[in-house]
């Protein structure tokens, strides 16, 4: 069945950094991918999405580019702020199927 | 935000007395799922509704059934709780399509 691998955390960088989380996915055909965010004590935000092979996602200075030769979605930031320390989801969906989630990666960053 | 809220926020239970979490929506979409998030497995599926009256089950549907008599309200219920069913409990509404599905803030629920 579809599946969606994340980068293992937590993840630990210091303010200002380069940021790369790794997503891959496994899927018959070409779903939609999104990357979620959940800051402490709450649910699940949107963060960026793609619909298509080649589409970049971006919001909030980060970026995740759909890749279809390689199935990954990677999600960047070029320097990373204390108020990025957060849970980063990636997603993928088919279609009106259930949206199937990775993991999670928990992200702290270091003033 | 979308007009997604769960209710209870919070709850403590005993084990073996059933439990009902509401989730109920002002955005008229189609799609309502619940979602349970655990350590180590990220958000799994529970069951999931694409309209009034039909329902399917997700990867862990064991020990949940839901019910869904209107658009805005879906239902979880836990017929009978267990410690294995303590976790935090969300749920999402999707409007479409390959269209992002939006969460609600979450229940967290502890069976003692």
């Known amino acids: 069945g579809d599946s969606v691998t994340q980068m293992e955390g937590p993840v630990t960088l210091s303010e200002e950094a380069c940021l790369t989380i790794?997503?891959?996915?496994?899927?018959?055909?070409?779903?939609?991918l999104f990357w979620y965010v959940q800051y402490p004590g709450e649910g699940l935000q949107l963060l960026l999405k793609?619909?298509?092979?080649?589409d970049k996602g971006s919001n909030k200075g980060f970026e995740a580019t759909y890749r279809k030769e390689t199935t990954s979605f990677h999600l960047e930031k070029g320097s990373v702020q204390v108020s990025d320390s957060a849970v980063y989801f990636c997603?993928?969906?088919?279609?009106?199927?259930?949206?199937?989630f990775g993991t999670g990666t928990r992200l702290t960053i270091i003033p | 935000d979308a007009g997604i809220t769960q209710s209870p926020r919070h709850k403590v239970t005993e084990t073996g007395t059933p439990v009902t979490l509401r989730c109920h929506q002002t955005?008229?979409?189609?799609?309502m799922y619940w979602y349970r998030q655990d350590p180590g497995h990220g958000l799994r599926l529970i069951h999931y509704?694409?309209?009034?009256?039909?329902?399917d089950k997700g990867e862990v549907s064991d020990g949940y059934s839901v019910s869904r008599s209107k658009t805005e309200d879906f239902l979880l219920t836990l017929e009978s709780a267990t410690s294995s069913q303590t976790s935090v409990y969300f749920c999402?509404?999707?409007?479409?399509?390959?269209?992002?599905?939006?969460f609600g803030q979450g229940t967290r629920l502890t069976v003692v």
């Open positions: 999402a509404i999707s409007g479409g399509v390959n269209t992002e599905a939006f």
């Open positions: 790794n997503c891959t996915y496994t899927a018959t055909g070409y779903p939609s």
């Open positions: 793609a619909t298509k092979a080649d």
């Open positions: 997603a993928l969906r088919f279609g009106n199927e259930k949206l199937t």
């Open positions: 955005e008229n979409h189609r799609y």
């Open positions: 509704s694409y309209g009034v009256k039909d329902t």
